[in-house]
């Protein structure tokens, strides 16, 4: 089968397209992946770059009309997917439409349009302008959503003892994760873990003793604080197992990661991200998380997943149509 993956501008997409081509890994599939230059892994071939069909004085103004939208439809053309999957990328999902091509969007932006309750976030009302709840935005987003075959909610919210009931046409799909292993040498106070480095949050962390700190650099030191790779993956799962305390921005994969290694997530919140704001305030609703400013004091309980038996992983549900 030949697939077309593309990725979105918002650092989960980054780790959700990461771990999708590691599970893909030695399929007999041709993929081809088109992502934008800041938010794509570093260790991937990208065969479009996405930012070539952007203003370049207002990126956030997209627009139809661009002679490189009309090079990228050839290519696409040309090289005839059986199936596109986007994480709600406009200009990939407009052509496959046009194309008349197989549409899955698989995303965790979708919990916003897919939950059937509101559970009261005040979304709109606390976070409009950071959400980007303007009407053309959020008439772009439904045209992606009614438009596409599948519309798969990339969260593990739908595995939580409380899972959130979805709309007609919305699914859960189970975000790829590790369970790390039992071990004494993995533990620590506080493991974090961090798509970019965040000044506020490492001072908060230097006041707690044995913090270790995954993000994308090399293993470097700081005052109480401890940074690695985050591409050593079983050093990452292992320590998240085995520590006390877990930390992120509220990165849909990294409070998935926590979910499944049993860990309630402590969440400093990136208010310039939709995927975080709603995903933490989602996990604070379900009691899988905590939104804080400062310091935290107590320990904290969560419940345990209960893997779905009719939620898949993105590779199963793509084998259903072999």
């Given at each position: 089968?030949?697939?077309?993956?593309?990725?979105?501008?918002?650092?989960?997409?980054?780790?959700?397209?990461?771990?999708?081509?590691?599970?893909?890994?030695?399929?007999?599939?041709?993929i081809?992946?088109?992502?934008?230059?800041?938010?794509?892994?570093?260790?991937?071939?990208?065969?479009?770059?996405?930012?070539?069909l952007l203003?370049?004085?207002?990126?956030?103004?997209?627009?139809?009309?661009?002679?490189?939208?009309?090079?990228y439809?050839?290519?696409?053309?040309?090289?005839?997917p059986?199936?596109i999957?986007?994480?709600?990328?406009?200009?990939?999902?407009?052509?496959?439409?046009?194309l008349?091509?197989t549409?899955?969007?698989?995303?965790?932006?979708?919990?916003?349009?897919?939950?059937a309750?509101t559970?009261?976030?005040?979304l709109?009302?606390?976070?409009?302008?950071?959400?980007n709840?303007?009407?053309?935005?959020?008439?772009?987003?439904?045209?992606?959503?009614?438009?596409?075959?599948l519309?798969?909610?990339?969260?593990?919210?739908?595995?939580?003892?409380r899972a959130?009931?979805?709309?007609?046409?919305?699914?859960w799909?189970?975000p790829?994760?590790?369970?790390?292993?039992?071990?004494?040498?993995?533990?620590?106070?506080?493991?974090?873990?961090?798509?970019?480095?965040d000044?506020?949050?490492?001072?908060?962390?230097?006041?707690?003793?044995?913090?270790?700190?995954?993000?994308?650099?090399?293993?470097?030191k700081?005052?109480?604080?401890?940074?690695?790779?985050?591409?050593?993956?079983d050093?990452?799962?292992?320590?998240?197992?085995?520590?006390?305390?877990?930390?992120?921005?509220?990165q849909?994969?990294?409070?998935?990661?926590a979910?499944?290694?049993g860990?309630?997530?402590?969440?400093?919140?990136?208010?310039?991200?939709?995927?975080?704001?709603?995903?933490?305030q989602l996990?604070?609703?379900?009691?899988?998380?905590?939104?804080?400013a400062?310091?935290?004091s107590?320990?904290?309980?969560?419940?345990?997943?209960?893997?779905?038996s009719?939620?898949?992983?993105?590779?199963?549900?793509?084998?259903?149509?072999?």
């Amino acid at each position: 089968m030949k697939i077309l993956y593309a990725s979105s501008r918002n650092r989960n997409s980054k780790i959700q397209l990461s771990r999708f081509m590691k599970a893909m890994a030695g399929t007999p599939h041709a993929i081809k992946i088109a992502a934008y230059k800041d938010y794509f892994p570093k260790n991937l071939h990208i065969d479009w770059c996405l930012d070539a069909l952007l203003n370049v004085y207002r990126p956030d103004l997209l627009s139809l009309n661009n002679d490189n939208l009309n090079i990228y439809f050839d290519q696409i053309r040309d090289f005839a997917p059986d199936l596109i999957i986007s994480d709600l990328e406009y200009f990939t999902s407009y052509l496959a439409n046009l194309l008349n091509i197989t549409l899955w969007q698989c995303s965790s932006s979708l919990l916003d349009y897919g939950l059937a309750n509101t559970y009261n976030l005040g979304l709109f009302k606390y976070y409009a302008y950071s959400l980007n709840r303007d009407p053309a935005h959020t008439q772009r987003t439904v045209n992606l959503i009614t438009n596409s075959n599948l519309n798969l909610i990339y969260s593990h919210f739908g595995d939580s003892p409380r899972a959130p009931f979805l709309k007609e046409n919305f699914e859960w799909i189970r975000p790829y994760h590790q369970v790390g292993r039992v071990s004494v040498p993995c533990q620590h106070y506080v493991v974090a873990c961090f798509s970019k480095p965040d000044a506020h949050v490492m001072t908060v962390l230097k006041k707690y003793p044995d913090s270790v700190v995954f993000m994308e650099a090399g293993a470097e030191k700081y005052q109480n604080v401890y940074v690695k790779d985050i591409e050593i993956e079983d050093e990452y799962y292992c320590n998240l197992r085995n520590c006390i305390h877990f930390v992120c921005q509220g990165q849909a994969s990294f409070l998935a990661d926590a979910f499944y290694n049993g860990h309630y997530s402590i969440i400093y919140p990136n208010y310039q991200d939709p995927e975080s704001i709603i995903s933490s305030q989602l996990s604070k609703k379900l009691g899988l998380g905590d939104i804080v400013a400062h310091e935290w004091s107590r320990t904290y309980e969560i419940p345990l997943p209960t893997y779905n038996s009719s939620i898949k992983y993105l590779h199963e549900k793509i084998k259903e149509l072999e």
